[in-house]
C-alpha cells in the first residue's frame, strides 16, 4: 500500500488539481474545434492549450505545483516515474532526464510507455517500487502534447469525432485528443487520512493490436484481480476510459458486467479534457479522488498493443 | 480494366506487405476479407489511404468500404467509376 | 527467481542458450531469415515493424526451448529500451511530409513501443501483464523486474533505434 501526499493537473481547464476539479464540476470542457492547428490535417475537435506548451517545462510546472513546497523532489529516496506515449517530439528518455535534473534527483528515471494505459500503470510501477524498499517517494508524472503525428494517425483510423465525444452513447461517434501534464505524489511513509493506492494490475487481451476485445477479457481480469477480497457494493465509483469509440466502450461494457459491476457509479472524463494519453490516467485518478472526497475509487484504462490496466484507491 | 485489375493488385500487395505473394495468387472475385486474403480492419483503413494515394478517391467514412472491397473486382469497379488521378 | 533460457540477437549474430546460430544474412534481412528458418507460417511477421520482428523473433525462439520442469506457459513479457518506437515513428512521419501527406494506418499503430509486447502476446495467447519501459540501462530494469508480480516472465532489453540498428537480449524468467 502506499499513500498519495500531492497531486496537480494542468490542462487548458486549468491549473491545479482544484481548479481543474471546479470546472468539471461546473460543466466546462476543453474541447473546441481546430481548423488551423497543424498543416494538411483536418479539422478537428481537441482540448488543447491556446498558446502550444513545451514538454519539459509542462512537466516541471506539474511536479512544482504538486510538490506545494515540500522538497522531497531533491531526495536521493524519491524516484521520477513519467508515463507518457509520444513525449518531446518523439523522444521519451531526454525529457525524462531534463525534468529529473531540474529538480537535482540523483536517480534515473522510469519511463512508462504501455499506450493509453500508461498513466495507470506508472502508478502501479511506483507502487511497485515503493513496496520493494527500493525507494521512499515515488512522483508520477503523466504527460502529453498533441502534434500532427498524433491527430494524422487517430484520423487515419478514422476514430476522432468532429464534435465532443459522447462515452457510452448509442450514437457515440469516437474520441477527441487532448493534451495536459499531472503529477501524483506517492509515498511509502504511512500517512493519517488521504488516499491510499492499494491494489494494482495489468492483463493483456491477446487478441487484437488496435481493436479491442469483444470478451473484455484484459480488462474483466484486470476488474476481478483489483477487487478481490471486496463486494462490488464496496466500490463508490468506477473511471472507466470512455473514449467513445463505438467498439472500446462496448468492449468496457462487456468487462464491467462480468465482473459484477453493473450497478457501481461509473465516470468517463473524455468530455472534459478529451484523451490526453499518457496522461489521461493521472488526471482522471485525480479528479475520481477529489469528486469522491472518500471511499473506494477504482480507475480503468484499455489500449493499443491490447494492454488493459486498473487500480484500486481507498480514503476513509 | 483487366489492366487495372492487374495494377491494383500490384498495389494491395506492396501496401500491405504481402511478402510472399505475387498478382497471380490473388483471385479478383475471392473474398479480401474473412475467408479469402483475410485482411483486418487496420488492412482495411490502409487500402482506403491506397485509394486516396493512387486514385484520389477520399472515403469518409469506413463503413461504405465495406461493399467496396468485396474482391479485388468490386474495388476496381469502383475506382474506375470514382478516380479523380 | 531463475533464467531458464536467454537469447541475445545483435545484427549479424544469434546466441541462444550460449550457442550461436549460424545466420547468412545480416540487419533487417537476417530477422526474415530467421522467420523463414524457425516460424515460416505466421505471415503477419511481415507487416510489424523492425522492433517487433525483432522481439517476436525472440521470443519465438526463446519459447519453442523446453521448459525445464514447469508446464504452464509464460504469463507476463516484461521489455524496455532506450529509444521507445522512434524508427518506425521516422518511417510514419515520411507519410505525412507536407505536399504528400497519405497518413498510413499500417504505421501508425507501430508508433507505440508497447506493440511488440502486444504481438508476443497474442502469438502465445499471453493474458497477463505486459508492459514497456523506457530507461537508460538494463540494469534499471531488472529492479522493476524484481518487483513486477509473475509466475513466469519473458523479460528483457529490445532495441531498434534506425534502419538495420537494433539489440535484443531476452530471457525467460521463472519465480519459485
Known sequence: MVYCIGHSIISPLGEGSQANVEAVQAG???????????????????????????????????????????????????????????????????????????????????????ACTSGVCAQITAKRLLEAGLYKHAIVIGCDIQTRFIVSGFQAFKALSPEPCRPFSPDRQGLNLGEAAATIIYTAEPQPGGWKLVAGSIHNDANHL??????????????????????????DLLGVHGTATPYNDAMERTAIERAGLQDVPVSALKPFFGHTMGAAGVVETIIGMEILKHGTFVKMLSGFGGVNAAIRLTCE | MEQLIEQLKAQIIEALNFED?????????????????GLDSIDALELIMLMDREYGIKLADPKAGKAIFQSVRTMAEYIQANRTK | MRVTHDIEITTSSV????????????????????????????????????????????????????????????????????????????????????????PSPA????????????????????????????????????????????????????????????YAKLQTIWNN
Open chain 1, 28 to 114: 466546462r470542457s476543453g474541447l473546441r474545434l481546430y481548423h488551423n492547428r497543424f498543416a494538411d490535417v483536418e479539422p478537428f475537435c481537441a482540448s488543447l492549450f491556446d498558446t502550444p506548451q513545451e514538454f519539459v517545462p509542462l512537466c516541471i510546472c506539474s511536479v512544482t505545483c504538486a510538490l506545494n513546497d515540500s522538497q522531497i523532489a531533491a531526495l536521493p529516496e524519491t524516484i521520477f516515474i513519467l508515463s507518457t506515449t509520444k513525449g518531446d517530439n518523439l523522444d521519451l528518455l531526454t525529457p525524462a532526464q531534463a525534468i529529473v535534473q531540474h529538480f537535482g534527483n540523483p536517480n534515473p528515471p522510469v519511463v512508462v510507455s504501455n
Open chain 1, 210 to 235: 488496435s481493436a479491442p476485445s469483444r470478451t473484455g477479457e484484459g480488462a474483466y481480469r484486470c476488474l476481478t484481480d483489483v477487487m478481490a477480497g471486496m463486494q462490488p457494493a464496496d466500490i
Open chain 2, 21 to 37: 505473394m505475387t498478382p497471380a495468387d490473388i483471385n479478383t472475385d475471392a473474398p479480401l476479407f474473412g475467408e479469402g486474403l
Open chain 3, 15 to 102: 546466441i541462444l542458450d550460449g550457442q550461436p546460430i549460424v545466420v547468412q544474412q545480416t540487419g533487417e534481412k537476417m530477422l526474415v531469415e530467421l522467420y523463414r528458418r524457425f516460424v515460416g507460417d505466421y505471415p503477419k511477421f511481415f507487416k510489424m515493424d523492425t522492433l517487433s520482428r525483432l522481439g517476436f523473433i525472440a521470443a519465438e525462439l526463446l519459447l519453442k526451448q523446453p521448459a525445464a520442469g514447469n508446464q504452464q506457459p509464460v504469463d507476463a513479457v516484461i521489455l524496455a529500451n532506450r529509444s521507445a518506437s522512434i524508427k518506425n515513428d521516422r518511417d510514419y512521419l515520411a507519410t505525412i511530409t507536407e505536399g504528400n501527406y497519405y
Open chain 3, 107 to 166: 504505421l501508425f499503430v507501430y508508433t507505440l513501443p508497447n506493440i511488440v509486447t502486444g504481438e508476443i502476446a497474442i502469438r502465445h495467447g499471453i493474458q497477463g501483464e505486459t508492459s514497456f519501459y523506457i530507461l537508460d540501462t538494463p540494469q534499471q530494469l531488472n529492479a522493476i523486474i524484481a518487483a513486477t508480480p509473475f509466475q513466469s516472465a519473458l523479460a528483457g532489453w529490445c532495441e531498434c533505434s534506425a534502419q538495420d540498428k537494433f
